[in-house]
């Protein structure tokens, strides 16, 4: 591979010779240093590398790469700034004649620090707000317990049946919590796996409505459920999708209104779709992708901001879609669709 192949390269890169001075810089490289053609070849790469720590120690002299430790073949990718104090990420090969031998060529790669930082703030933000999560049930329960525990005596058994209720809620509340949380991060790192088996949507949407009309008053939306395909999936993980989904139209939505399960084709593959609408105002066509985004919530009581994140990456791990839009009459139309997906030895 020539230094031709580089031109086009994200990354800076330099190449300088055993005497120190340039032999080559690409694209990227020229435009950082806004230099012209080959004005740099030829010049010492201690001028072409004009970085520093912040406290003038500059790259060359800290590094040291020609003249340092003779068995380094490599020098780790570090912070430095460059003279109009943009920070940036550089690193460098070494190549020898032999083994602690001469320094036949010094090649260094630049890139900016700030894609790095974005990702350093997002994992700050999330530390924090899982921070806050975790702490506001174990407030409560710490509360409670050293109440009860310091002044036992001074309080009624229904008070103290209270407390006790209370503090097994926020647990319930801090276990729910953790486990969005770990689905959250499998779903982040690809680890998601999925037990497939045969999974009948209709019996399962039905089953999932009579739990959550069970735990309240008589059901008030409109059904229809018609027999469909059998589709390959995790039914528990379905199950928690169409709960969360179920749920949050309850909560957020002023209740279902109409629930349909039928079969659908989608460019072709067969599927099924289960459409849920919603009494609610609906939700803004420019929030409708955000609502996926981990730790989105909408309006006062809402949870902890991940269950459509983990309802998107059950989805998309079935091969499904799931998508929002305005229904007909009002209030907000969820689809998930979900395809066959049947083995091929169950076809052959």
């Known amino acids: 591979m020539g230094h031709d ?21 690409n694209e990227r490289v020229r435009k950082l240093a806004r230099a012209h053609g080959d004005e740099m070849i030829g010049m010492m790469l201690d001028d072409a590398l004009p970085f520093d720590d912040l406290n003038g120690h500059t790259w060359m002299a800290s590094m040291r790469p020609y003249d340092g430790l003779n068995t380094r073949t490599a020098i780790s990718e570090q912070s430095w700034y460059s003279p109009r104090g943009s920070e940036y990420l550089i690193t460098a090969s070494i190549q020898r004649d032999r083994p602690a031998g001469t320094v036949q060529q010094v090649v260094v790669g630049i890139r900016s620090a700030r894609a790095r930082n ?29 109440t009860l525990l310091s002044k036992w005596d001074r309080f009624t ?4 049946q209270f407390m006790l209720e209370t503090v097994d809620a926020d647990a319930d509340r801090l276990t729910r919590l953790i486990t969005e949380l770990l689905d959250a991060a499998r779903i982040d790192s690809g680890r998601l796996t999925l037990k497939r088996g045969p999974v009948r949507l209709d019996e399962l949407v039905d089953r999932v409505l009579r739990s959550v009309s069970a735990a309240g008053s008589e059901p008030s939306w409109e059904s229809a459920i018609a027999g469909v395909e059998v589709v390959w999936g995790d ?13 949050n139209a309850m909560r957020h939505g002023h209740g279902l209104r109409r629930v349909e399960v039928a079969d659908l084709k989608h460019d072709g593959a067969p599927g099924v779709r289960v459409r849920l609408v919603d009494q609610g105002p609906g939700i803004p066509a420019e929030l409708r992708q955000r609502v996926f985004s981990r730790f989105w919530k909408a309006g006062p009581g809402a949870g902890s901001g991940l269950g ?5 990456g059950i989805v998309t791990q079935h091969g499904g879609l799931v ?5 007909d009459g009002g209030g907000a139309q969820i689809d998930v669709w979900l395809p066959v997906n049947e083995p091929d030895a169950l076809t052959d």
């Open 157 to 160: 058994d229904e008070q103290r």
């Open 5 to 25: 192949d580089f031109a086009d390269f994200p990354d800076g890169l330099i190449v300088a010779g055993p005497d120190g001075r340039v032999t080559y810089v």
């Open 235 to 247: 039914g528990d993980r379905i199950v928690q999708v169409m709960t969360n989904l179920v749920e």
């Open 323 to 327: 998508t929002i839009d305005d229904a």
């Open 118 to 146: 974005q990702r350093d703030r997002e994992r700050s933000d999330l530390v924090a707000t899982v921070a806050h999560e975790l702490r506001s049930p174990l407030t409560g329960i710490k509360g409670f317990t050293a």
């Open 308 to 312: 459509m994140y983990i309802v998107g």
